[in-house]
T-cell receptor, first 114, second 114 residues
Framework: DAMVIQNPRYQVTQFGKPVTLSCSQTLNHNVMYWYQQKSSQAPKLLFHYYDKDFNNEADTPDNFQSRRPNTSFCFLDIRSPGLGDAAMYLC?????????????FGSGTRLTVV | AQTVTQSQPEMSVQEAETVTLSCTYDTSESDYYLFWYKQPPSRQMILVIRQEAYKQQNATENRFSVNFQKAAKSFSLKISDSQLGDAAMYFCAYKGNTGNQFYFGTGTSLTVIP
């Protein structure tokens, strides 16, 4: 059973048109992450939540915002997408017990900007 | 952000042979966690193995084992008896003991030759 679900799998948006990507988790964990991964590159941490506490990385552009209305859901809002924002966006949460914990990722949303 | 470096952008291994992927990191923390994640083409990020910095014993998970050298800030992954399904991007990742940020290295693309 999928524990981190990202919708949609593929998203096409127009240059400058706001877009929202969604993520939900069934693990009920208090931490959730958003990463941007461009082709053949490492995932880059954009921000994370600890409960409702929002933690932005210093180099995350203001164009990227996030909302977490409850424990299960987290949204990534891109206010004015540019061509350079085309990427895979990954959501993750922590999983596993005290001895075997790690991070579980969703399948990602591939964003195309036209 | 912590720095995680993988000096081998690409590696290849013959099926059934052993391969070692390198990772170095930079941190001022004394306690932290290190991970290896696998990302097959167009597929989900999967946890391979985790190491706690306070443990001297190297972690092992079936055919996967690590060589953790804390003083050298080195964390390599050894894959024994390589299988075709091991072909993927491998990312080394770091999480400090304080805060929830979780950072990836630059990645190594592993090809398994039949």
């Amino acid at each position: 059973d999928a524990m981190v679900i990202q919708n949609p799998r593929y998203q096409v948006t127009q240059f400058g048109k706001p877009v929202t990507l969604s993520c939900s988790q069934t693990l009920n964990h208090n931490v959730m992450y958003w990463y941007q991964q461009k082709s053949s590159q490492a995932p880059k941490l954009l921000f994370h939540y600890y409960d409702k506490d929002f933690n932005n990385e210093a180099d995350t552009p203001d164009n990227f915002q996030s909302r977490r209305p409850n424990t299960s859901f987290c949204f990534l809002d891109i206010r004015s997408p540019g061509l350079g924002d085309a990427a895979m966006y990954l959501c993750a949460t922590r999983s596993g017990g005290a001895l075997k914990w790690g991070y579980t990722f969703g399948s990602g949303t591939r964003l195309t900007v036209v | 952000a912590q720095t995680v470096t993988q000096s081998q952008p690409e590696m290849s291994v013959q099926e059934a042979e052993t391969v070692t992927l390198s990772c170095t990191y930079d941190t001022s923390e004394s306690d932290y966690y290190l991970f290896w994640y696998k990302q097959p083409p167009s597929r989900q990020m999967i946890l391979v193995i985790r190491q706690e910095a306070y443990k001297q014993q190297n972690a092992t998970e079936n055919r996967f084992s690590v060589n953790f050298q804390k003083a050298a800030k080195s964390f390599s992954l050894k894959i024994s008896d390589s299988q075709l399904g091991d072909a993927a991007m491998y990312f080394c990742a770091y999480k400090g003991n304080t805060g929830n940020q979780f950072y990836f290295g630059t990645g190594t693309s592993l090809t398994v030759i039949p």
